[in-house]
Each structure stands twice: as structure tokens, then as C-alpha cells.
């Protein structure tokens, strides 16, 4: 009897480990953007400022070129499996990230321009021969 109620509550624990898993694995405590398909929801000479707050919220950097022209710049980092794990994820770190950059002209966006970086793109400096100039 004693062995038929432990192997009940053993499952009743492994059942109850793996929701709790489950639960904490849905957890999500930012925003998730997708910079390559909100950059979709961007069209030159027609998206009003607002209309792009609205859109991708408020940008994670801005600077002001002139009177009437800003420069927004979105960035998110690209985050393998392991990265978003709960807990484990904070270990690592990746190098690899998207970027959103747009200028808008009289509140009006003129440029949108999205790029994506990874952490091997500047490796070409390493085996490079630099030479001096004179």
C-alpha cells in the first residue's frame, strides 16, 4: 500500500515539476520585437511620426540632426534557444543583433533602413595586414 501511495505522489511531483517548468518558461518580463517584420510596417514618405511610436514604441536611441530632422534607432539582440532559457539564458550572452534605423523629415518618416550584425563580421580585421601609411 505504502509503495502504490509513494509512486502516486512521485508522479504527482514530476507532474507538478514540469507545469511549474512550463509556467516559468512563458514568463516574459520584456517586450519581444521583431525588428526585421515591424520594419514591414514602415512606409517612406507616408508614416507619420506617431504612427511609428504607435507601431515600435519609443526608440531605444534618437538624436536631433537639424530643426525638423530625427534620426531613430532600434535595436534588439538576437537571442539563440539557449539565451532565452529561463535562468540559463542569463549566463550567456550573444553578440549577434538587428538594428532599425529611420529618419524622419517634418514628422514624417524619409528612411528606413534595417541591418543585422554578427559578432563574426569584423573578424576579416584579425587576419588582415595592416599596413602603415607615410
Known sequence: MDSV??????RLSIIFCCLLISF???C?????RHLA??????TPEQTTKGELISYLGQPDAHRK???NIWEFIYFEDKRSLIDKTPF???LSSSDDYE?????ITNDKVTECEFSSFDKN????ADDFTWEDIK
Open 37 to 42: 517584420s515591424d520594419a514591414a510596417l514602415i
Open 24 to 26: 516559468l518558461g512563458g
Open 65 to 67: 540632426i537639424s530643426d
Open 88 to 90: 540559463i539564458g542569463d
Open 5 to 10: 501511495l509513494s509512486k502516486k505522489t512521485m
Open 121 to 124: 563580421d569584423q573578424k576579416w
Open 28 to 32: 516574459q518580463s520584456k517586450q519581444i
Open 99 to 103: 538594428m532599425l534605423r529611420i529618419i
